[in-house]
């Protein structure tokens, strides 16, 4: 099959898959992406039409910041019409919250930006990294009766594609660093690529794509624990500014049930701010009332954040918050799926 007519924009922001040995210095280097066909001759087979965009200097997942993030939407902005689909190089720590970010901040998306990395350098003997790139690219510029297969801000990593606000980073260690707890893969690669169609985002339509670049980081995690300390808990709800919180809470969304807990809370949403129960467990969804120890929660005015991982809900708030809703609307819209990143019950 000719596929000479689908381009691809690979965009390097760093990270560990951009790496190659300096032969001299046995050091590594980041190496330049605009040589990809050179380093990586085996996408050459695909026939596709590349070019590429690399940070300078590249970016450490660690220092991944808003600007980062509006810099990557920005790019995908000025190329949307001319390529077929996006792959973003990104290192692993932040990932999911990159792409989580993205998906909120490309409105009518209608194609594919897909996320990957490795965990070790790409110019290693062992390296994660070439299989994560040439099935990420072949993920990005697959099509079905002329239309993309995966229209959806995405996670490409060891032979999983998942939905982009849906992933956490769990493992450390290992090839296998990513997991969608609470949502099914979208494609598993085997021998074949297979393409979970039926749980893919589609749009009904493909409208004019809009871009959202602001972000207002005005808001906190706070992580329940045994023997919280009241005055931590004073110090991050009183914070200056502080327009929300995400509540790590227990289970399926139970919290202590303490008097001088709860007049916190209460205290913390009458001054408008608002409060988002997002479970500690990675699977699982919040259920607010389902027990007593959460009923109370919901009595005094928080949000249910359902199944919604922690870096979905930062990622979705800080967008949100910078569009200058009124705080009803804001949590209207935190409990509707936007992208897909909650399963509503």
């Not at 930006?113 to 390296?127: N, S």
């Not at 993309?148 to 450390?172: H, M, Q």
């Not at 409990?335 to 990143?341: A, D, F, I, V």
Request: glycine share 6%.
């Amino acid at each position: 099959m000719d596929h000479n007519d689908r381009s691809i924009l690979i965009i390097y922001t760093g990270g560990t898959i951009g790496m190659m040995k300096d032969p001299d210095t046995g050091s590594l280097k980041h190496f330049d992406f605009n040589k990809i066909m050179t380093q990586i001759p085996e996408i050459k087979e695909f026939g596709y039409h590349f070019q590429a965009e690399s940070f300078d200097p590249p970016i450490d997942s660690s220092d991944i910041s808003t600007s980062t993030w509006t810099r990557l939407a920005e790019i995908i902005e000025k190329h949307y019409d001319a390529f077929d689909g996006f792959v973003v190089l990104h290192g692993t720590d932040t990932m999911a919250y990159s792409a989580s970010a993205l998906s909120f901040m490309l409105e009518n998306l209608s194609k594919p930006v897909i996320f990957t990395g490795a965990t070790l350098p790409i110019g290693t003997l062992r390296t994660d990294g070439k299989e994560n790139l040439i099935t990420s690219v072949e993920i990005a510029a697959a099509k079905e009766n002329g239309a993309p297969v995966v229209p959806e801000v995405c996670i490409y990593f060891e032979s999983k594609l998942s939905r982009g606000n849906r992933t956490t980073k769990v493992n450390a260690e290992h090839f296998n660093a990513f997991q969608s707890a609470n949502y099914p893969y979208l494609a598993k690669a085997g021998v074949h690529l297979v393409y979970n169609r039926e749980i893919i985002r589609y749009p009904e339509r493909v409208e004019k794509l809009v871009v959202h670049k602001n972000f207002d980081n005005h808001i906190a995690i706070l992580k329940l624990f045994p023997g919280l300390n009241r005055e931590y808990m004073d110090a991050i709800l009183e914070s200056e500014g502080l327009k929300a919180v995400i509540l790590e809470t227990y289970g399926a969304g139970n919290a202590p049930t303490e008097t001088w807990f709860l007049r916190r809370i209460k205290k913390t949403v009458a001054k408008g701010i608002i409060i988002l129960d997002v479970t500690q467990c990675s699977r699982g969804s919040v259920e607010m009332g389902r027990y007593e120890t959460s009923r109370h929660l919901l009595n005094a005015g928080v949000i249910s954040g359902y199944d919604i991982t922690t870096e979905a809900a930062t990622t979705k708030l800080m967008v949100l918050l910078a569009q200058n809703l009124e705080v009803n609307e804001v949590k209207m819209l935190l409990n509707k799926s936007l992208r897909g990143e909650i399963t509503l019950l």
